[in-house]
């Protein structure tokens, strides 16, 4: 399977720049998916430097580079220290992160990632999972509803689609994006379908991955594994990601602010290298899925 059948590698340059690489560095791509970043990285790396790469769907698998250089593992970039350690790397150069799903998943109308197709309940990043988003819709209760589309969704009528998710199912499962579709009709103004579908897709996937914890649990972990003047590019794709990483690099903190010195000081793991960038214009006529991609760049202290 080629790289650019399964995922166009977003603000490739700019990531890859922004890691500074040294040739004989140890990197990691914690985003793997279709080895587009991963190639790149290659490119600048001696012969004694190393790559290793994370990806928890067995599907990107298929686009290991044969490379004595790189290391693929297939797990949760969430275990990003322990399996470091695991291969003996207790430190590493630069980590690159890009979030999201990866255009493969949306493309392949069976894992259900995909608003386009018909297709059962799933949106599993780890097939080897059995919770998917067939769970979500039929078996949370409406209050757990109601906090998925609301918290993940940012959806003003997450309530009342609670709320007619949960009668509906007295009638039988719903096991298709069709029958949700249907179930949440009255919802979806033909003007706004769209949109609205994105949103309710985009909350039931977030929780069915568990992707905000995920990446809380990942960004704690790179000041631990990260070499002083080590750097992370990170790129998300909803407020709700880039805000994680904005705090964190800020105040090494998702909420809240640290202590400060009486001098009215704190200390911070980071310190961001330029402002955000976005994907030029065009960038997104080639790959309309760049649009709303906001990359990141920090470099540890």
Same mark, same amino acid.
């Given at each position: 399977m080629? @790289?650019? @059948?399964?995922h166009n590698p977003v *603000? *490739?340059? @700019?990531?890859?720049? =922004? *890691? !500074?690489?040294?040739? +004989?560095g140890v990197y990691v791509d914690v985003t793997f998916g279709g080895g587009g970043h991963s190639r790149e990285i290659l490119k600048h790396l001696g012969p004694t430097g190393k790559l290793i790469a $994370? +990806?928890?769907d067995t599907d990107a698998l298929e686009n290991a580079i044969d490379d004595e250089r790189f290391l693929l593992i297939n797990q949760n970039f969430r275990l990003l220290k322990k399996f470091l350690r695991f291969h003996g790397y207790k430190t590493v150069d630069g980590i690159l992160g890009d979030f999201g799903v990866s255009s493969h998943q949306f +493309?392949?109308?069976?894992?259900? $990632?995909?608003t386009r197709f018909e297709a059962d309940l799933d949106m599993r990043m780890n097939r080897d999972s !059995? $919770?998917?988003?067939y769970t979500v819709v039929n078996k949370y209760d409406e209050v757990q509803l109601r906090d998925v589309l609301s918290n993940y969704g940012e959806l003003r009528n997450a309530a009342a689609m609670a709320r007619i998710i949960v009668e509906a199912r007295q009638d039988g499962k719903i096991k298709t994006s069709e029958q949700l579709k249907k179930v949440l009709g009255r919802f979806l103004p033909p003007h706004k379908e769209n949109k609205i579908l994105a949103q309710i897709y985009q909350a039931i996937r977030i929780e069915v991955n568990q992707e905000l914890e995920a990446l809380k649990e990942f960004l704690l972990q790179t000041n631990e594994v990260l070499q002083p003047g080590g750097r992370i590019c990170l790129i998300s794709y909803h407020s709700l990601e880039d805000r994680l990483v904005k705090r964190y690099i800020r105040s090494g903190m998702f909420q809240g602010e640290p202590e400060k010195d009486v001098f009215g000081r704190f200390e911070v793991p $980071?310190?961001?290298? =330029?402002?955000f960038i976005i994907p030029s214009k065009g960038e997104i006529k080639q790959n309309n899925r760049a649009r709303s991609a906001k990359l990141r760049i920090a470099e540890k202290l």
């Open positions: 080629m @790289e650019t @059948e399964y *603000l *490739l340059k @700019e990531t890859v720049q =922004g *890691l !500074n690489i040294k040739p +004989d $994370f +990806d928890q +493309d392949v109308a069976e894992r259900g $990632f995909s !059995n $919770f998917s988003a $980071f310190k961001a290298v =330029g402002k």
